[in-house]
């Protein structure tokens, strides 16, 4: 079965400061990922997926990049963190006909 | 933008009643998930339901779908307070990738 891990689970940054939060999966390979935002009280928001290594495709745009250099790595980044991007990250790995395996999430607060 | 609207926004019960919770879509899907966060945590994958069926279930849970009506239903039966979280739901579309939208979530909360 897969498994996802994701670090840190909790992180304060300040505004201006830069990003990198890295999701990597065991148990599969050649995985679709796919990062989400969780605000507070609201359903999740796709960010980027990815099908293979290199390629990232954006859903919304904003102050953040995602990466993928490895198979089983994703990895999310901004250059300068604004207040809005506060939120809770979500790492996501699908399992073919059987949905989506979550990471356990970093909680963002950018001060 | 959110394709699933689940309904109610939050939902109290006692334990060992029946708990539903409904998800109205507005698009043509492939299939229909639904999943359980609990506080703080990751989503847990709970039930997939494709779009040529109708009904399905798994342990306590029962998911219904109704593509004419664009909605689909979570029943959870004989409820026990480890139940309580929140429930998505998520749509995948006919699209050529997969990806998964998800509605707002219903809080349930299950009182001893």
């Known amino acids: 079965s897969q498994t996802i891990h994701q670090w840190p689970a909790t992180l304060v940054q300040p505004v201006g400061s830069p990003l990198s939060l890295e999701c990597t999966v065991e148990?599969?390979?050649?995985?679709?990922l796919y990062w989400y935002r969780q605000a507070a009280g609201r359903g999740l928001q796709l960010l980027f997926y990815?099908?293979?290594?290199?390629?990232i495709s954006s859903e919304v745009p904003q102050n953040l990049s995602a990466s993928r250099p490895q198979d089983r790595q994703f990895i999310l980044s901004s250059k300068k963190l604004l207040l809005s991007d506060s939120g809770f990250y979500l790492c996501?790995?699908?399992?073919?006909?059987?949905?989506?395996?979550f990471g356990s999430g970093t909680r963002l607060t950018v001060v | 933008s959110q394709q699933g609207e689940e309904d109610p926004q939050a939902l109290s019960i006692q334990e060992g009643e029946n708990a539903t919770m409904n998800c109205s879509y507005k698009?043509?899907?492939?299939?229909l998930q639904w999943y359980r966060q609990n506080s703080g945590r990751g989503l847990v994958h709970l039930i997939l339901i494709r779009s040529n069926e109708r009904e399905k279930h798994s342990g306590r849970l029962r998911v219904t779908l109704d593509t004419s009506k664009k909605s689909s239903s979570l029943l959870i039966t004989a409820s026990r307070a480890a139940d309580t979280a929140s429930y998505f739901c998520?749509?995948?579309?006919?699209?050529?990738?997969?990806?998964?939208?998800f509605g707002k979530g219903t809080m349930l909360l299950v009182s001893p």
């Open positions: 148990g599969t390979s050649n995985p679709n």
């Open positions: 996501a790995c699908q399992r073919a006909a059987y949905g989506y395996t």
């Open positions: 990815s099908v293979g290594i290199g390629q």
């Open positions: 698009t043509s899907i492939n299939n």
């Open positions: 998520a749509t995948g579309s006919n699209s050529g990738y997969s990806t998964l939208t």
